[in-house]
């Protein structure tokens, strides 16, 4: 089972600017199945990225996913006040699809 | 995209059985090649994968819950349903019906809250 750690637990900024989320694997994610998904207070959690770049349907092209292999980063360019929230990776190639334990992205 | 909707007791006594229902509106629960899932996420903690249905029927659990855990689906009545037998407080949490690709959760239902206590 492939263990997914986030970095950092909880990153502290200002609207506008620019966020870098972390993900790193214990093994190699089957290709690049990782996906990001963003949790507001109360909600569901919402599907941003897959296959590690791949932004899904509705998502603003502020949010941007790269890596490969064990390294994975979820960038978003300039933060919107809705953007602060809890942001978590999944790796989906293999059972159990693995989350990171989440990044929360609070307003400074 | 499809919406899905989770119901079910919020409430169940330690030992017994926890049963949820998710019904699948703006599609059917047939069609597509989608898996049917679900997860849960205690109060304050993080996400876990429970397993998941195809319309076929064949299933997957995380290995953790698998000797616990049935997910079975009605295309019927376009729901799928999770049961998860000798819960424990531990079992408390929010629960999520999804559907999506691999183990992955591309939609979500908005959950229901579990609580196991007597």
């Not at chain 1, 994975?72 to 953007?83: A, G, Q, V, Y």
């Not at chain 2, 998941?52 to 698998?66: A, D, F, Q």
């Amino acid at each position: 089972e492939s263990v997914l750690t986030q970095s950092p637990g909880t990153l502290s900024l200002s609207p506008g600017e620019r966020a870098t989320l972390s993900c790193r694997a214990s093994q190699s994610v089957s290709s690049s199945y990782l996906a990001w998904y963003q949790q507001k207070a109360g909600q569901a959690p919402r599907l941003l990225i897959y296959g590690a770049s791949s932004r899904a349907t509705g998502i603003p092209d502020r949010f941007s996913g790269s890596g490969s292999g064990t390294d994975f980063t979820l960038t978003i360019s300039r933060l919107e006040p809705e953007d602060f929230a809890v942001y978590y990776c999944q790796q989906y190639g293999s059972s159990p699809g693995t989350f990171g334990q989440g990044t929360k992205v609070e307003i400074k | 995209q499809v919406q899905l909707q989770e119901s079910g007791p919020g409430l169940v006594k330690p030992s017994q059985t926890l049963s949820l229902t998710c019904t699948v509106s703006g599609g059917s629960i047939s069609s597509g090649s989608y898996y049917w899932s679900w997860f849960r996420q205690p109060a304050g903690k993080g996400l876990e994968w429970i397993g998941r249905v195809y319309t076929s029927g064949s299933t997957n659990y995380n290995p953790s819950l698998k000797s616990r855990v049935t997910i079975s689906v009605d295309t019927s009545k376009n729901q799928f349903s999770l049961r998860l037998s000798s819960v424990t407080a531990s079992d408390t949490a929010m629960y999520y019906c999804c559907s999506g690709y691999y183990y992955r959760g591309d939609s979500w239902g908005q959950g229901t809250l579990v609580t196991v206590s007597s």
